[in-house]
């Protein structure tokens, strides 16, 4: 079975930095070939794409608007991946999600992969950023 768990969400004041993990079980095989995404949902409104990663060489993709403040990182050997976010502002509260994209005949038909292209995700975990 398939599991992915965030962790390392809280409160945290404005400007302040957070770091959140996701640890993923079940894929333990093919983790070295994934990408690993996240995403936000703050209350009451849509799902924004934050970034992803891809295990086999680290490239990575981060939504324009969180450039120069988020930064996404793998580790392999303990089948995690992180999400370091600085300069937190009010708006980055929400819960943030990772999910996991399986290549399909070896590779992704985009990069970054549709979000249909993912198959599993974690239950979140709740940022809120203070003013």
């Known amino acids: 079975e398939v599991q992915l768990v965030e962790s390392g969400g809280g409160l945290v004041q404005t400007g302040g930095s957070l770091r959140l993990t996701c640890t993923i079980s079940g894929l333990e095989d093919k983790f070295d070939n994934l990408v690993i995404g996240w995403f936000r949902q703050a209350a009451g409104k849509e799902r924004e794409d934050v970034g992803c990663?891809?295990?086999?060489?680290?490239?990575?993709w981060i939504v324009d608007r969180l450039k120069g403040r988020v930064t996404i990182s793998t580790d392999n050997a303990k089948n995690t991946v992180s999400l370091q976010m600085n300069s937190l502002k009010p708006e980055d509260t929400g819960v943030y999600y990772c999910?996991?994209?399986?290549?399909?005949?070896?590779?992704?038909?985009?990069?970054?992969?549709?979000?249909?292209?993912?198959?599993?995700w974690g239950s979140g975990a709740q940022v809120t950023v203070s003013e």
């Open positions: 990663i891809k295990t086999r060489d680290s490239k990575t």
């Open positions: 999910d996991v994209s399986e290549p399909i005949s070896g590779g992704w038909h985009y990069w970054p992969p549709a979000n249909w292209e993912f198959d599993y």
